[in-house]
């Protein structure tokens, strides 16, 4: 039996072929490299090349191998994009998602690990967030994965399609290898963005407002290592396996920094000084944002192994200065 990723080439699905590589199991990567690397996909790995949007690309995935699970990354991810290009993001994640579930309802396909995001709860009425709590995105990207959540629902319940959404908090770090690691083009994410300064790369960090109601004034969000996303996709795979019932997750480490502190550490771990300058508020943007992940420690026996901060951005730090230009050669 096979496992397919689609969307294996992106920054989080080219970690979960990693830790699936790495528990034995036979992988089968989808993925349209419209944001993708060839390069991310390293190891003993299938890889087909299309859009789930595409049904021929599916019907010979699903003809061609034996799968029995798939988790599913193939999304747009840019929040301030699927703000100006709302049509881009529903038919892509949404039309996507659904093209996807029909091959799975034909193949006889039973379990899906679906990746969802913070972004579904918009401006959390609580902090830690619970699974819970109010959904209410104040973007298109949000809402894009929250109605995925919801066709999900209706297609357990009419076809028995099984499956876990799990909603990321801020994905973050590198392979422990560093060998893969994050370069989105843009780059738009704190971490990178810090990292590419203290490569000269760019000269310096834009901080998006320092007026928050927040112990210094700038964002405070719950960063999560990409390799503890990836086990915990593995572990709710795996129940999904043994006949476990579709749920929701959290996944984040429960703590929240601010921007200057993940600037601060970044300075301490990397030894260079960041230049940062205080810039506008970036629209859409809560004050804080922090998981409760008890549901899935608890749930999926998920154990975090790098959850500090500092071994986060050790990580990306690895990688980023080994791959000063992302995957180009
Ligand atoms: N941020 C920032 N400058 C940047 C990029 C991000 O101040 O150049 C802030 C952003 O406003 C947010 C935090 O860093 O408060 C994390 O942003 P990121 O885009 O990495 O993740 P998001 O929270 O949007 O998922």
Do not use: E, K
């Given at each position: 039996m096979s496992v397919l990723v689609c969307g294996g080439a992106g920054y989080i699905g080219s970690h979960m072929v990693a830790e699936l590589l790495e528990n034995n199991e036979d992988v089968v990567v989808l993925d349209n490299f419209q944001k993708g690397h060839r390069d991310a996909v390293i190891g003993n790995v299938k890889v087909y090349e299309g859009d789930l949007r595409d049904r021929k690309i599916l019907d010979k995935v699903l003809s061609e191998n034996n799968i029995d699970a798939v988790i599913d990354f193939a999304a747009d991810s840019l929040v301030g994009e699927s703000v100006s290009e709302p049509l881009k993001y529903f038919n892509n994640n949404v039309g996507g998602t659904i093209s996807l579930l029909q091959a799975l309802k034909d193949y006889n396909v039973k379990n899906i690990v679906f990746s969802s995001t913070a972004a579904t709860y918009g401006e959390p009425e609580n902090i830690p967030i619970l699974e819970g709590d109010k959904t209410f995105p104040t973007n298109p990207y949000g809402e894009t994965k929250l109605t995925v959540e919801k066709i999900l629902k209706w297609c357990d319940n009419a076809y028995g399609i099984k499956y876990t959404a799990l909603r990321y908090f801020n994905a973050a770090g590198a392979h422990i290898s560093g060998k893969i690691g994050e370069d989105h083009r843009p780059e738009s994410h704190l971490i990178p963005i810090i990292l590419q300064v203290a490569l000269g790369k760019r000269e310096k960090i834009m901080i998006?407002?320092?007026?928050?109601?927040?112990p210094d004034g700038t964002c405070v969000r719950d960063y999560i290592h990409v390799s503890d996303l990836a086990s915990a996709h593995l572990l709710a795979l795996n129940k999904l396996r043994q006949g476990g019932e579709s749920k929701i997750y959290n996944l984040g480490n429960g703590k929240g920094f601010s921007v200057k502190e993940v600037i601060d550490v970044t300075k301490k771990i990397t030894g260079i000084d960041i230049k940062a300058e205080i810039a506008p508020r970036r629209a859409g943007d809560p004050a804080v944002l922090i998981a409760s992940s008890e549901k899935a420690i608890k749930e999926l026996h998920w154990k975090p192994k790098y959850d500090s901060l500092e071994t986060i951005i050790e990580t990306a730090w690895n990688y980023h200065k080994n791959h000063i230009n992302g995957y180009d050669k």
């Open positions: 998006f407002g320092n007026d928050y109601n927040t």
